[in-house]
């Protein structure tokens, strides 16, 4: 595809519930992002991956948030036992190798636990 | 770490008078600087970037950035905004001691009332 792709674009589930989302990055894009939107939080950082390196997981939430990203490509963000204050829209991006490269974003996955 | 600081949460100005968006960042090198914008229900994507050289940045849409050093800013300009530049404006460092990891600021919201 030509851009980055999320899905699914609208997710709801039940508190306690696990989710999966999924990012589809572009083409030969070596670094891959996930970031929550949250009102009025602007972008928080949730976790980067940068070729074959390990993954910067500092910005993960608690352990209920994990991600992957097989073979280099796809990447999957899981939230464990959802809350509440999980609702939010969860972006990814991908980029060139770094450091300078501009991030191309998806659309996003809105998120709405209840 | 680096970190970015968005001074105005909300900024409102009447069409074709100039704007000033504010960003201060956090870091203890070199850094390379980017601002982006999210046009209501559309995905983030890049108005500009500074990566070396010249410290005023131009970028798309007529806005330009200067990088100030000593007062760590990267404050974003447009000299006369129109109605569609209404959107949410985010600032973004990136820098080698965080691994090249983009970290956003929490944005801040134009509004351009005619």
């Known amino acids: 595809g030509a851009g980055v792709s999320q899905s699914p674009s609208n997710k709801v589930t039940e508190k306690g519930k696990d989710v999966e989302l999924r990012c589809d990055p572009i083409s030969g894009h070596t670094a891959l992002y996930w970031y929550r939107q949250s009102l009025g939080q602007g972008l928080e950082f949730l976790i980067y991956f940068q070729g074959n390196s390990a993954p910067d997981k500092s910005g993960l939430p608690s352990d209920r948030f994990s991600a992957e990203r097989t073979g280099g490509s796809v990447s999957t963000l899981t939230i464990q036992r959802t809350q509440q204050e999980d609702s939010a829209v969860y972006l990814c991006?991908?980029?060139?190798?770094?450091?300078?490269?501009?991030?191309?974003f998806g659309q996003g996955t809105r998120l709405t636990v209840v | 770490a680096q970190s970015v600081t968005q001074l105005d949460s909300q900024v409102p100005v009447f069409e074709e008078a100039p704007v000033e968006l504010r960003c201060n960042y956090s870091s203890s090198v070199s850094v390379y600087l980017f601002w982006y914008v999210q046009y209501p229900n559309q995905g983030l994507q890049l108005l500009l970037k500074y990566l070396s050289g010249s410290t005023l940045v131009k970028g798309i849409n007529g806005f330009e950035a200067e990088f100030n050093k000593s007062q760590t800013s990267f404050h974003l300009r447009k000299p006369s905004v129109h109605i569609s530049d209404t959107a949410e404006y985010f600032c973004?460092?990136?820098?080698?001691?965080?691994?090249?990891?983009?970290?956003f600021g929490a944005g801040t919201r134009l509004f351009v009332k005619a």
């Open positions: 991006a991908s980029s060139l190798k770094q450091p300078n490269t501009e991030a191309f």
């Open positions: 973004a460092v990136s820098d080698f001691a965080g691994g090249f990891k983009t970290i």
